[in-house]
């Protein structure tokens, strides 16, 4: 691998300019572009991703219908963009939320250590030796299924992970000159902690929310396909994965599309947090002073 | 005991895939007899192993509330005075004869008959069996089935006598069935009757373990004979394994894991097809699906937007997308080989613009509730959607089975999805709990007395004539009123290996297994 001189050469470029350069941001970036715009534009669809023609159920994929369409003769391809929006507000609202939230506990964690440290980070260790999808499934068992609770419980199984990984990021960066300084000429902590920590975190943040994105997405297609997420009609392709598994010896279409819309967004996120993640580092030595 | 807790949400789509609908029981002396023949004296032995969706939550007879699944079970270890073959006539069983004079029924029992635990069946041991049913303290569900015994008499050993308070023309029905299976009364005083059932079936009861199995021992000294005299039952043990997944059902048919389903859904079934190891037969039965408006409350108070709703319903689409082409229509809970059958009913046609039109213009806001077990929940997102084709807005509820039935109870909804199995061992057993005013399943509210009228004269009389008319003006006067939509009614078939024959039907599909074999 080459990333040692690419690194060198591109220290001083922009992240940005090096992340549109990036052979795996080009393929993700267009990706979510789509996803995005398919989300937006999904109302000018009309009722096309819900009306049913029964005279045509589970049929491939044809000129009347590209992809086909599902067990009440709904169209594919309408119901895969209307459930993009699902997929982006997943991946918006909950992994949002959740930075927001963890962001917060792991900077007042990290930052204050001593007991407030010991009680919250034991608290996320609990949370995090549930797998992910059991606690998930917990949290929509308590407050009963439905997006906005499938987004709650995306967040909560989200949250402790930022934390922990804010914390550690903090614990390194509290002891640097900078913060000592800052801290001895008195700058309030919240100022202190908005001002010279935060930002150096939002590398990190981005790489990870963009990773933690891609797993709240297969966190919500499983929800939905257990039929805990989204509800009927409201189409969400986890759930147009499951109503394919329930028909595959009839088409073999209704899964599939649906399955291969979060294989090719989760990929995009995927490999976007791996490009953002060497656009990052390369710009690192000018955040970090050289030792 | 095994009891383990059910965390409903987290299971749901297990629910969702398994689990039936309790219904009544029930005649259709209609019911194409395509029962497997007996297979004569070969394949004695051997263990059947039985996929069963629905376990009962006891096996106490006078208790059994699954009145379209139970029986499956109960009969494997009980017996009653007389049977009642599939063609609707009475056979003798544990009584050899008995005579009738409208209001007294004298029973000549069997003799040299013992229970599986030695207590010998006598006139003593079936007045207790009656008489426990009748007790209200013993809250029994089949309570209702004996409503017109007034007394129960042993005249001696051997002879057992009904009085009647007024004729009843289904009492002979009921006690061919769970009110009048007899349990050992020794077995019941002993307490936990319900998990260690003792009758005097060709099945000794051997353990159940909950959620996993139920097994029984073949009875070495059943007092049945097969018709060439040879001893009943063939089979040495049966094995009920509860399974409630359909998908898992149908691979365990396919693989031989089970030998025997209770029932399939037409997307499950329809891959069976063409095996040469199962034999599916239609045996007529059929699963019936309807919505029920509630009548007590706006929007469906008004007989106009009942017709709307009734018009707005593509009962075809619904039958093709929930049932794979496996369906018939029918007007009611009748099918085409009952005697009520009438084809002449018939629902208001699929007419959307129609619906809209009455509606005026604004969305009528419905909710519309069904349980969350495939393929109720489809059936419903397919309703929805050609209510809101037709100027409704309705708005879904896919419920647990026990918090639809209890919305239901309470009239909290405005429609409800919900299904039945069909037929059951007499109409008035499909009618009254759900037309009557006083109805226990009178879910829609009606209090209509042309209905209650003509449900009590289909009940009380003997002439198939005047019942037949009853019947068919009752279910006109339900369609026409339109308080309820009947859907689709999905085949039913009976599903098992090739190698199993000799399973005998009740009226309502329900099997008998003292005669089954297997060919090894």
Redesign the interface.
């Known amino acids: 691998m080459a990333t040692e001189t690419t690194t060198t050469r591109d220290a001083r470029r922009p992240v940005l300019t090096r992340l549109l350069r990036d052979r795996r941001a080009r393929f993700a970036l267009p990706v979510l572009a789509t996803v995005a715009v398919a989300a937006v534009a999904s109302p000018l669809l009309g009722?096309r991703s819900?009306?049913?023609d029964?005279?045509r159920?589970l049929t491939g994929p044809s000129a009347r219908h590209l992809l086909g369409t599902d067990?009440?003769?709904r169209d594919v391809l309408a119901r895969i963009v209307d459930g993009a929006a699902v997929t982006l507000a997943v991946a918006t609202v909950a992994v949002g939320l959740a930075l927001v939230l963890g962001t917060l506990l792991g900077l007042v964690a990290g930052y204050r250590g001593g007991w407030i440290d010991a009680l919250l980070m034991r608290t996320v260790d609990g949370l995090l030796a549930f797998p992910l999808l059991v606690l998930a499934?917990t949290v929509?068992?308590a407050l009963?299924?439905g997006l906005r609770n499938a987004l709650i419980a995306i967040a909560v199984v989200a949250t402790p992970r930022f934390a922990r990984v804010v914390r550690g990021e903090v614990l390194s960066l509290r002891t640097r000159e900078w913060v000592s300084a800052a801290h001895i000429v008195g700058v309030p902590t919240p100022a202190l902690l908005r001002r010279h920590l935060l930002p150096h975190l939002a590398g990190t943040l981005g790489v990870f929310a963009a990773l933690q994105a891609s797993t709240a997405i297969i966190a919500e297609a499983s929800l939905s396909f257990?039929?805990?997420g989204v509800?009927?009609?409201q189409p969400s392709w986890g759930a147009m994965v499951a109503a394919g598994t329930?028909?595959l010896?009839?088409s073999w279409s209704l899964s599939v599309f649906p399955g291969l819309a979060i294989l090719l967004t989760i990929a995009a996120f995927n490999l976007l947090a791996d490009a953002l993640r060497d656009a990052f580092d390369a710009h690192r030595p000018d955040l970090t002073p050289g030792r | 005991m095994d009891t383990p807790s059910v965390h409903p949400a987290l299971l749901s789509r297990r629910a969702l895939l398994g689990g039936t609908v309790g219904a009544l029981a029930a005649v259709s002396l209609a019911a194409c007899g395509s029962d497997s023949g007996t297979a004569g004296g070969k394949g004695r032995g051997g263990t059947l192993t039985v996929g069963f969706d629905n376990e009962p939550t006891t096996l106490d007879p006078a208790l059994s509330s699954a009145i379209s699944s139970d029986r499956n079970v109960l009969n494997l270890f009980y017996d009653t005075l007389l049977r009642q073959d599939r063609d609707g006539s009475f056979v003798p069983a544990l009584a050899d004869r008995w005579t009738e004079d409208g209001r007294t029924v004298t029973f000549t029992l069997r003799e040299g008959v013992t229970f599986h635990d030695g207590t010998p069946f006598d006139a003593e041991a079936a007045a207790f069996n009656l008489r426990r049913v009748i007790d209200p303290a013993t809250r029994s569900t089949k309570a209702a089935a004996l409503k017109n015994v007034g007394s129960v008499d042993v005249v001696d050993a051997r002879t057992l006598r009904l009085t009647l308070k007024a004729s009843d023309p289904l009492l002979l029905i009921h006690l061919a069935h769970e009110p009048g299976m007899m349990a050992s009364p020794t077995a019941v005083k002993a307490g936990d009757y319900g998990r260690k059932p003792v009758g005097t079936g060709p099945f000794v009861f051997d353990a159940w373990r909950s959620k996993v199995q139920l097994t029984g021992k073949r009875n070495p000294t059943y007092w049945r004979r097969a018709t060439d005299g040879s001893a009943l039952p063939r089979l040495e043990q049966v094995v009920f394994r509860f399974v409630t997944d359909t998908k898992v059902l149908r691979a365990e048919v396919t693989t031989g894991g089970v030998q025997l389903v209770r029932t399939l859904p037409p997307e499950e079934f329809n891959q069976l097809a063409g095996d040469k190891q199962i034999t599916m037969t239609d045996t007529g039965v059929r699963r019936s699906y309807y919505v029920a408006l509630n009548v007590t409350r706006a929007p469906f108070n008004d007989p106009k937007v009942r017709a709307a709703f009734a018009m707005a319903i593509d009962r075809e689409g619904v039958g093709k997308a929930a049932a794979g082409g496996q369906y018939d229509l029918a007007p009611s809970f009748a099918t085409a080989k009952d005697w009520f059958y009438d084809p002449s009913i018939t629902p208001p046609a699929l007419d959307p613009a129609g619906a809209k039109t009455a509606l005026g213009g604004t969305p009528v806001p419905i909710t519309v509730v069904a349980r969350r077990r495939a393929p109720d929940p489809t059936i419903a997102e397919l309703l929805q959607s050609q209510l809101t084709a037709a100027g409704f807005a309705p708005k879904v509820e896919v419920l647990e089975a026990q918090t639809q039935l209890d919305r239901m109870r309470k009239q909290d909804f405005d429609a409800a999805l919900l299904v039945i199995d069909i037929p059951r061992l007499d109409p008035s057993l499909s009618f009254d709990p759900y037309f009557s005013s006083r109805g226990s399943n009178n879910w829609s509210g009606l209090a209509d007395s042309t209905l209650d009228r003509l449900l009590d004269t289909a009940a009380a009389s003997e002439d198939r004539a005047v019942r037949k008319q009853a019947y068919v003006e009752v279910q006109k006067r339900i369609v026409d009123e339109n308080y309820w939509v009947f859907l689709h009614q999905p085949k039913s078939p009976l599903i098992h290996s090739a190698k199993l024959s000799g399973i005998v039907l009740d009226v309502d599909g329900q099997w008998r297994l003292d005669e089954a074999a297997l060919a090894s």
Do not use: F, K, R, S
């Open positions: 009722d819900a009306a049913t029964t005279d159920l067990e009440l003769g499934l929509v068992a009963g299924p257990l039929g805990l509800q009927p009609p329930d028909h010896d009839a």
